[in-house]
């Protein structure tokens, strides 16, 4: 089992930035793939980055160059830096951890809010 707490969400305006982090238990978070995902109001959730268990990184099309995921294994920590942030980034944030070896398991955080005032 492992347990996800996200923190370092709140209100900023546009063209600021917000620096989320996830804080997972277990002793085993290397293992895992950690994403962060995002669902704003009326909206699907939808994948913003993803990170390897090797590091390997990977981003949502629209927002590579502006977010930037890392992970500090030492921490059992996922980051998820957000610069010149818009309007259309407010959403909750959600943290995910993955793994699929030797079973799919999927964990979940309870999300953080980020609002982007124009």
Request: proline residues 3%; glycine residues 12%.
């Amino acid at each position: 089992q492992v347990q996800l707490v996200e923190s370092g969400g709140g209100l900023v305006q546009a063209g600021g930035s917000l620096r989320l982090s996830c804080a997972a238990s277990g002793s085993t978070f290397s293992l895992y793939a950690m994403s962060w995902y995002r669902q704003a109001p009326g909206k699907q959730r939808e994948l913003v980055a993803t990170i390897g268990s090797g590091g390997t990184t990977n981003y949502a099309d629209s927002l590579a160059g502006r977010f930037t995921i890392s992970r500090d294994n030492a921490k059992n920590t996922v980051y998820l830096q957000m610069n010149s942030l818009k309007p259309e980034d407010t959403a909750a944030y959600y943290c995910n951890a993955k793994r699929t070896y030797p079973r799919l398991v999927n964990y979940w955080g309870q999300g953080t809010q980020v609002t982007v005032s124009s």
